[in-house]
Structures are given as structure tokens and as C-alpha cells.
């Protein structure tokens, strides 16, 4: 199982995008401060915390969600999500050398938006990265078909959670 934790203020609409981006590739357990779903066999468990993270182990994801106050503490190896304009979470992550994916629309980032609709959007995956299996993702372009209107932020980080789980995204999924 692939744990992918929120961490920060607590954003619903954010971890329900996760959760259903996940669930492209696979079965989705579910852990909040108020809200619990049991999935037998989960293929991911999806944990939301807003402060003070301690962590432990491999195959795990932080995803910084907002804000986040507190501290963070890692044991093993972790991969961080995070918005390169949350200035809070680059600081938590500088002193722990861990992969971190930065996501937003700019250039300097591991995957951008190149352009975006209600229904489709352009990713850029801008910097080669290797999954949690070993694989080489060389940088590449890919069309994603959206069923709303969502923020750059959230599909890049579904889009790179996917990626990194080793789930070939294809053009015919939806976010």
C-alpha cells in the first residue's frame, strides 16, 4: 500500500481531487480528522493531517496541501509535493534532504501547467523522475481531459502522485 499524506490546512476539496485522481489507479482508503473510509485491500491510504508530522517508512508521499504550522520530522525515505510558492513548506523541507516535486505554472517547477480550460489541461512533466518501481519518467507533455474546473496546483500534484506510483497516466482518464 502507498500512503499519501495532506499535510496543512485542511482543504476537503483538495484530498476529495486526490482521492479520485488516485482511484485511477487504484482502490483508496481514507483517513481524516472527522471522516474514516475503510477500503479493503486499499491500493493507497490517503491520511489528512494539519500539524506537527512525524513520519516513518518508505512508499510514503507528503502532499503540503496550504498552510503548515508545526514540525515535521522524517524517519526514511519520503517524496514531497509541494506548491513552490508555499514558502512555509519549502522551509520545513530544506534541513531534510528528501525528493521533493515542485508543482504551479512556472517553468522552474518538476511539472507545470502549459495551459489550461474547464475541460482539458496541457502538464509538463519538466524534469526526469524515477517511481517508487525503479522506472525513468523522461519530461514529457500530456493532454489530461478535466470534469470541472479545477486549480493548477491539485491536478499537478495528482498528476505527480500518479506518476510517481507508477500509474501511466493516458490521455483517456479524467481528473
Known sequence: ????????????????????????AGRVGFIGEDKMSHCTRADFLLVEKETDLTVTG???FVVFGGRCGGTLRVGGQITAIVESSNEEALSMLR???QMTVSCS??????ISIASIT?????????REMTDINGRVIE???MTLRLSRKTDGYSLCAAYALLLLSGYEVTGEDVF
Open 1 to 24: 500500500m502507498i500512503t499519501v499524506i495532506v499535510y496543512g490546512q485542511k482543504n476537503p476539496a483538495f484530498s476529495r481531487f486526490l482521492c479520485k485522481a488516485l482511484s485511477l
Open 105 to 110: 505554472m512556472s517553468a522552474h517547477d518538476t
Open 95 to 97: 534541513p531534510i534532504s
Open 118 to 126: 474547464e475541460e482539458s489541461a496541457v502538464v509538463s512533466l519538466l
Open 58 to 60: 518508505d512508499r510514503l
Open 139 to 141: 519530461p514529457h507533455d
